[in-house]
T-cell receptor
Framework: NAGVMQNPRHLVRRRGQEARLRCSPM?????VYWYRQLPEEGLKFMVY????????ESGMPKERFSAEFPKEGPSILRIQQVVRGDSAAYFC??????????????FGAGTRLSVL | QQQVKQSPQSLIVQKGGISIINCAYE??????FPWYQQFPGKGPALLIA?????SEKKEGRFTISFNKSAKQFSLHIMDSQPGDSATYFC????????????FGTGTQLKVEL
């Protein structure tokens, strides 16, 4: 029973490049959340998605950031034209969305993005 | 109104002692309060969670105490072990609003021999 899978684990980009972070939720989970963790800080909510729908993107920066969760395949967090301030750990979490354990979010190991 | 304040920032406890981490929230709509444990280089892992209709929940050596009127909750780790050394995050969510988690800033716990 694989957990939440994120890849890559580490990603290095130069300023101005694009970063694509992938997240495969736990089997049977249809709800995906993305969080960002800056060094020495807690996690900050970015976006909440269900299959083919963005439910809440209130934590997403207005520009350069986008997310999707297609019908088939992993959820993608895309950062265009990266800047040094985007350097952080990005975590994906998934939940069932229904049933007794609907509120429990299980986290992946994260993608550590470094912008040079 | 969305903040969750966590203290202390760091904590050193002797093996066998009790570790206590405190959190306070502002948003009275929050109705789900989990605690996560994170080791370096890893993702957060759910430890224990509580809802506001219960004042205390215990699972093994971990206990959450919840004070709804004070809008505070705390994690107690009994008989702390070196393997408990990690960063602990409290969080809160409004389950009727998408369940997005608002995290505290974390507590670095070190359990010394």
């Amino acid at each position: 029973n694989a957990g939440v899978m994120q890849n890559p684990r580490h990603l290095v980009r130069r300023r101005g490049q694009e970063a694509r972070l992938r997240c495969s939720p736990m089997k049977g989970h249809s709800h995906v959340y993305w969080y960002r963790q800056l060094p020495e800080e807690g996690l900050k909510f970015m976006v909440y998605l269900q299959k083919e729908n963005i439910i809440d993107e209130s934590g997403m920066p207005k520009e350069r950031f986008s997310a999707e969760f297609p019908k088939e395949g992993p959820s993608i967090l895309r950062i265009q034209q990266v800047v040094r301030g985007d350097s952080a750990a990005y975590f994906c979490a998934s939940s069932q969305g229904q049933g007794q354990f609907k509120n429990i979010q299980y986290f992946g190991a994260g993608t550590r993005l470094s912008v040079l | 109104q969305q903040q969750v304040k966590q203290s202390p920032q760091s904590l050193i406890v002797q093996k066998g002692g009790i570790s206590i981490i405190n959190c306070a929230y502002e948003n009275t709509a929050f109705d789900y309060f989990p605690w996560y444990q994170q080791f370096p280089g890893k993702g957060p892992a759910l430890l224990i969670a509580i809802r506001p209709d219960v004042s205390e929940k215990k699972e093994g050596r971990f206990t959450i105490s919840f004070n709804k009127s004070a809008k505070q909750f705390s994690l107690h780790i009994m008989d702390s072990q070196p393997g408990d050394s990690a960063t602990y995050f409290c969080a809160a969510a409004y389950t009727g609003g998408g369940n997005k988690l608002t995290f505290g800033t974390g507590t670095q716990l070190k359990v010394e021999l």
